[in-house]
């Protein structure tokens, strides 16, 4: 999540704080989770159209009225 939201906050404005940190974990969260799409592709055939940061792109675009 948090290379994601760093992702999304340089497209708009990497000068903009994040706040990591700011708030402590609680002692059952969850501190490494990942997907694997790889399933659903074998049994299904589908394929992403587009990478995550060209979606990220469009969505702010998209958000911003430019699309």
Known sequence: MRSIAEMVRDMIDPALPLGFGEVSYKADEVMHLESNIDRIMRDTGWRPRVSL?????????SIRGLR
């Open 53 to 61: 940061d060209q979606g990220i792109q469009i969505l702010i675009e």
